[in-house]
């Protein structure tokens, strides 16, 4: 199955003890790159999570958002640091005598120095809210990969659409090569006759210099391997199943193939000598550039 390397998946669960949120969502990337953001009370779980996640995407700039709530508690416990308040306090004596100034010093005065109050995490995350953690992420997983797999279907049809279209203009092209070479010499006959003001023309110089144009203007090769492009990208695009090994890097090798239609398409347009084929050869490019754009979507 050919994937997208956007999607989104979100999965939720509850309990009288917990509540456990995940949401994954992606974009375009050259390479896999996962970013997750989590409390710092399941922190240690993030290896895991990691590993778990490769069942998932390949390639791509993924973002994993967890939110894990304890229902037992607040989960965070108030602070006092008494030596820190001494230290203000022994300033303060200082200040007074210093100067000899009064002042009246209340519990809700001193409580907001800094650092007299620190709140902290107070919940420990045992080693077996693991798995409901990994059911969760599994879940949203599930419907990440649905996501991707709906616009990689979408993105099939419209890159098979445009093969179509670009073997329709590479066989414009075929069928007009022939006919460039004779017109050619028709018009090459037709110019020294009218040069030589006779009909004693050697054919055989004009059978050379035809030759020598042909062998400039032919782009049988490009067409052929064009033809060939366009069979490899048609059957990786007909995989059904998503199997291990090459089929993973479906985008990377599309992205090749792309890059080699392209440079047989500039040497098509390069050597084009007719504003037919030259106005065909930008329409292959132009196909060829809304293929590679598309390709880029590919995981």
């Not at 077996?128 to 599930?142: F, N, P, R, S």
């Amino acid at each position: 199955m050919i994937y997208s390397m956007t999607g989104f998946g979100r999965s939720e669960y509850s309990d009288e003890a917990r509540r456990v949120i995940i949401e994954i969502k992606s974009v375009n990337h050259r390479y896999c790159d996962v970013n997750i953001k989590l409390p710092r009370s399941i922190s240690r779980f993030e290896p895991e999570l990691r590993k778990r996640l490769k069942n998932y995407v390949e390639r791509g700039k993924v973002d994993v958002f967890i939110t894990y709530t304890s229902l037992k508690s607040s989960g965070y416990l108030v602070k006092y640091d008494k030596e820190i308040l001494q230290q203000y306090m022994d300033h303060f004596k200082a200040i007074e005598k210093d100067f000899g100034l009064e002042e009246e010093y209340k519990p809700t005065v001193v409580a907001r120095f800094p650092d007299v109050f620190t709140v902290e995490e107070n919940f420990y995350v045992e080693d077996e809210e693991y798995q409901i953690i990994e059911k969760v992420l599994d879940e949203a997983g599930a419907q990440f990969m649905e996501s991707r797999a709906k616009e990689g279907a979408n993105l099939t049809k419209d890159l098979l659409d445009k093969m179509d279209e670009l073997e329709e203009l590479t066989c414009k092209v075929e069928k007009l090569a022939p006919k460039i070479i004779e017109e050619y010499q028709a018009k090459l006959t037709e110019k020294v006759a009218n040069l030589l003001d006779t009909a004693n023309i050697d054919e055989n110089r004009i059978v050379q210099e035809v030759t020598i144009y042909a062998d400039r203007v032919a782009v049988d090769e490009e067409l052929v391997r064009l033809h060939s492009h366009i069979k490899a990208v048609r059957d990786m695009l007909s995989q059904t199943d998503k199997q291990s090994g090459d089929s993973n890097s479906i985008g990377r090798r599309l992205d090749f193939i792309v890059q080699e239609m392209n440079r047989e398409a500039n040497t098509t347009l390069s050597k084009s000598d007719t504003l037919a084929v030259t106005d065909i050869g930008i329409n292959m490019k132009t196909c060829i550039e809304k293929v590679r754009e598309q390709v880029q979507n590919l995981e």
